[in-house]
């Protein structure tokens, strides 16, 4: 989640007048302040969380490994001001996902239990997380329901299309093993599902990445 204020949500407009309050009462709780380095874990999938993280700018990377080995990353996002740790704050339950810095970071851990006071302190605070949460656990399912059901080129070709648009919530990665990860699957078959968008004329691979080279008809494949 975000202190910043999201543009969108119910409570929008409350959260605008409170913004201050928000950031105040967070930073109130901040016990410590370290840097992370690159790729070393903020949290760890399967461990307890213990505190949250605060990352005022910085790009970290978030995945899931599961049992067989299989990796899939929801992809890197550039902090502004991102609270981490903050669902299993509320739930208790171990963490779900591997969050690590890509770059170094500053971090700010916040103390669960000054936190868990300050809300019983301020429980009108509590209604910004679920605001912030909700709007994250919803852009996060429709990630994870796209990459489920739709076919490994139609998901490479949406996610092309909106890097072009910029509204993705989280952003690739520049090597080619893990932007397959990104999609759940091997380093061949996202190069097979890459050449098969470029057999099409919708893309051209470069040094540089993957460049548009006809936008109407990659847009049409993608709303089609």
């Known amino acids: 989640m975000q202190l910043q204020t999201l543009g969108k949500g119910r409570f929008e407009a409350q959260w605008s007048q409170d913004k201050q309050l928000i950031e105040q009462a967070i ?7 370290r840097i ?17 993280y605060l990352v005022d700018s910085g790009r970290v990377s978030m995945g899931v490994t599961a049992r067989n080995g299989k ?5 890197t996002l550039e902090c502004e001001q991102q609270v981490f ?11 779900q996902m591997d969050i690590m810095p890509i770059e170094p970071v500053e971090v700010a851990i916040i103390d669960a239990q000054k936190l868990q006071q300050c ?18 656990y919803q852009d996060t399912l429709e990630i994870l329901s796209r990459r489920l059901l739709y076919p ?23 090597k080619n093993y893990l932007e397959a990860e990104r999609f759940a699957t091997s380093d061949r078959v996202y190069r097979r599902a890459v050449k098969e968008l470029e057999s099409k004329g919708y893309i051209a691979k470069e040094k540089k990445g993957l460049r548009i080279l006809d936008l109407n008809g990659l847009r049409s494949f993608v709303e089609s």
């Open 27 to 33: 930073r109130d709780c901040i016990c410590t302040r």
């Open 36 to 52: 992370f380095d690159e790729n070393e874990k903020l949290l760890t999938q399967g461990e307890h969380v213990d505190n949250l």
């Open 71 to 75: 990796t899939f990353l929801l992809g």
């Open 85 to 95: 740790g903050e669902m299993e704050f509320f739930t208790g339950y171990r963490c």
């Open 119 to 136: 809300l019983l302190e301020q429980p009108r605070l509590s209604l910004y997380f679920a605001s912030a949460i909700a709007i994250d």
């Open 152 to 174: 490994i080129t139609y998901n490479v070709a949406y996610d092309i299309y909106h890097q072009y648009l910029n509204d993705l919530p989280v952003d690739g990665f520049q």
